[in-house]
Each structure stands twice: as C-alpha cells, then as structure tokens.
Nanobody
Framework: QVQLVESGGGSVQAGGSLRLSCAAS????????MGWYRQAPGKQRELVAV???????NTAVAVKGRFTLSRDNAKNTVYLQMNSLKPEDTAVYYC??????????WGQGTQVTVSS
C-alpha cells in the first residue's frame, strides 16, 4: 500500500505562482511514472504533466511553458511548479504515482484557485 501526501494548493491572483508537492510513502515499492492531473467543476479529469522514472516528461499543451514538473527519487516526491497562473487553471489537482508491478495510486486532491 502506498500513501500520498499532497501540499501546496491555495488561492492566488492571475499571474501568480504556486508549487505543489506530493510525497509517496509505504513499504517496499518502486515508482514508475509520477505526475499531476486536474479536474475543474463540470469537467473531466485531465492530465497536467507526468514524468517517468527516467525523467521523461509529458506536459499538457495548456500548461506548457508555464508549469514545470520534477521529481526527487530519493524522497519519492514529485513537484509541480506553476507560474503565470490563469483563472482557467482553477481546479482540484490530483497527484498520481504508478508503482512498478502494481497499480496507480491517487492523492486526495488539493484545490488551486486563480482569481482574475
């Protein structure tokens, strides 16, 4: 079993920045992909960015150039640096980790609100 602890959400004005963190803990696991998804009210959950164990990143077009995803393998932690935030970035952001030989785990979600 893997537990995820998310932090860093909040409210910010347009043009501002936030940094999300997600730390994974548990017994004897290795992580493959790690990343973030988001879900705005009335919309489906969508990919924001994911990073493989080798550091290869896939970033949504809507956030490319503004959001940066990174991971610290020693800490089993993934970070999402969000700059130049827009009101349309408002959503609940969910951390996702893929455990090698097992399934994906999801965080509880953290709210990001961007006001104009």
């Amino acid at each position: 079993q893997v537990q995820l602890v998310e932090s860093g959400g909040g409210s910010v004005q347009a043009g501002g920045s936030l940094r999300l963190s997600c730390a994974a803990s548990g017994n004897s696991f290795n992580l493959n992909a790690m990343g973030w998804y988001r879900q705005a009210p009335g919309k489906q959950r969508e990919l924001v960015a994911v990073i493989s164990s080798l550091g290869i990143t896939n970033t949504a077009v809507a956030v490319k150039g503004r959001f940066t995803l990174s991971r610290d393998n020693a800490k089993n932690t993934v970070y999402l640096q969000m700059n130049s935030l827009k009101p349309e970035d408002t959503a609940v952001y969910y951390c996702m980790v893929q455990v090698v030989g097992s399934r994906a785990y999801w965080g509880q979600g953290t709210q990001v609100t961007v006001s104009s």
